[in-house]
């Protein structure tokens, strides 16, 4: 039985020894950040329409800049769908809901099967009706051992 993105979080909370103990308490952090996110999100068609550039969608959002981190893309349900780390979470998630680059084509075609479709188009207009969570991660590691502990519960990586 597969366990939720929130508990399976909890299983990773590191048991490093005391030189590395500075690092354990940011991942927890981190952790308990990216839980409480996860209740939240922003529709992605806000990403796809026209004449919305990164400008305009960090004032939608209240950010000053692109940021670096993981994002999670779910399905209207709630359903983790697709995880992504980038070092321009925004500029990434705009380029996945316009559909323009060869790797973006390919999750959208995988996003459209999953739902019994078979054109990279229809993945994209199933992708508009979901929900865009990210946190900001600066450090590699960090990102890497959230990537790893919520690899189980998604369907596609990025």
């Given at each position: 039985?597969?366990?939720?993105?929130?508990?399976?979080?909890d299983l990773?909370?590191p048991?490093?020894p005391a030189k590395?103990?500075?690092?354990?308490?940011?991942?927890t952090?981190?952790?308990?950040?990216f839980?409480r996110?996860?209740?939240?999100?922003y529709?992605?068609?806000?990403?796809?329409?026209?004449?919305?550039?990164?400008?305009?969608?960090?004032?939608?959002t209240?950010?000053?800049n692109?940021?670096?981190g993981?994002?999670v893309?779910s399905?209207s349900?709630?359903?983790p769908?697709?995880?992504s780390s980038?070092?321009?979470?925004?500029?990434?998630?705009?380029?996945?809901?316009?559909?323009?680059?060869?790797k973006?084509?390919?999750?959208?075609?995988?996003?459209?099967?999953?739902?019994?479709f078979h054109?990279y188009?229809?993945g994209?207009?199933?992708l508009?009706?979901?929900?865009?969570?990210?946190l900001?991660?600066t450090?590699k590691?960090?990102?890497?051992?959230?990537?790893?502990?919520m690899?189980?519960?998604?369907?596609f990586?990025?």
């Amino acid at each position: 039985m597969k366990q939720s993105i929130a508990n399976r979080l909890d299983l990773i909370t590191p048991n490093y020894p005391a030189k590395q103990l500075n690092h354990s308490l940011k991942l927890t952090s981190k952790i308990k950040l990216f839980k409480r996110k996860l209740l939240r999100g922003y529709d992605i068609s806000m990403f796809q329409k026209k004449g919305n550039g990164l400008k305009t969608i960090m004032e939608k959002t209240g950010r000053l800049n692109d940021l670096s981190g993981l994002y999670v893309i779910s399905s209207s349900t709630g359903e983790p769908l697709i995880l992504s780390s980038s070092k321009k979470v925004l500029a990434d998630i705009q380029q996945l809901a316009r559909g323009k680059r060869a790797k973006d084509k390919m999750i959208l075609e995988k996003v459209a099967i999953h739902y019994g479709f078979h054109s990279y188009k229809m993945g994209r207009e199933l992708l508009l009706a979901m929900k865009v969570n990210w946190l900001e991660v600066t450090d590699k590691t960090f990102r890497l051992m959230l990537r790893r502990a919520m690899s189980a519960e998604v369907k596609f990586m990025l």
